[in-house]
């Protein structure tokens, strides 16, 4: 039998299952793809707050992420909460070339219950070093906000300037998550995603009440899983946001091609 592909998780544990790892492993299950990991750090963790989070030390997270690539299955990488500025460093020096495995990344720097989940010096190291290694970014607008030291952006033309700027340190394609701009009066919510050439493209969706952590962990996750398979980008985010959307009204195990199913395909606008 031939070999399967897999996803490559750098992430860390939540004890409250709520989000990290838990939600990866999750998500990529219903993607039917496959998983191995890399384990950055271990938290104790309630939906309420963080009580504590220790990182592992760094010689094991790069022998983890060495051995994970060793046998040559790995076809994507996703990494999400990274905590220190130590972990950092080796997981960049660490990862292959984006050209050879898509590499997503959830910039993960606060939970959303308010705990720092990555030391200041992380963020610095995080622009320098991780960001040219990245194929995809995917933070929210506060994330964004706080990867560029700017104010949070509060129109398209913001956002999209905020987007060209985290492309020029180095990402290749950036997917800018609109959960937190104010709520749009066609009850619909925006994600826009900047590609490699420079394209914009809007991938709306209705927006569903309430909020659900470690949607952020599924949405990258899910993207990973289809960039696994050659699914193109845009398709890839559009079918995660779908996913995310279904997640979030209930069904957290409805993954599997959504945007291929009901045929979904996201709006285009060149800007
Ligand atoms: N804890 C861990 C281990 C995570 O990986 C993440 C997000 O990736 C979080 C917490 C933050 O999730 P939330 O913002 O949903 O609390």
Known sequence: MPATQRVLVIAATDSSGGAGLTRDLQTLTAWRMEACCAVTAVTAQTDARVQGLWGVPTECLAEQIRTALS??????????????????????????????????????????????????????RLRRELLPRVSLLTPNLPEAAALLGAPLAQSEPQ???????????????????????????????????????????????????????????????????????????????????????????GDPWSATPLWHAVGLQPSVESR
């Open 71 to 124: 046998d040559g299955r790995v076809a994507a990488i996703k990494i999400g909460l990274l905590a220190t500025d130590a972990s950092v460093q080796r997981v960049a020096a660490e990862l292959p070339e984006r050209s050879a495995i898509p590499i997503v990344l959830d910039p993960v720097l606060v939970a959303s219950s308010g705990g720092a989940l990555l030391e200041a010096d992380g963020l610095e």
């Open 159 to 249: 956002m999209l300037d905020q987007m060209r700027a985290l492309q020029g340190m180095g990402v290749a394609a950036v997917l800018l998550k609109g959960g937190h701009e104010a709520p749009a009066v066609d009850g619909q919510v925006t994600d826009r995603l900047l590609a490699p050439d420079g394209e914009l493209l809007r991938l709306r969706t209705a927006r569903v009440p309430g909020s659900r952590r470690g949607t952020g962990c599924s949405l990258a996750s899910a993207i990973a899983a289809q960039l696994a398979v050659g699914t193109p980008l845009s398709c890839a985010c559009a079918g995660a946001q779908a996913y995310v959307a279904a997640a979030l009204a």
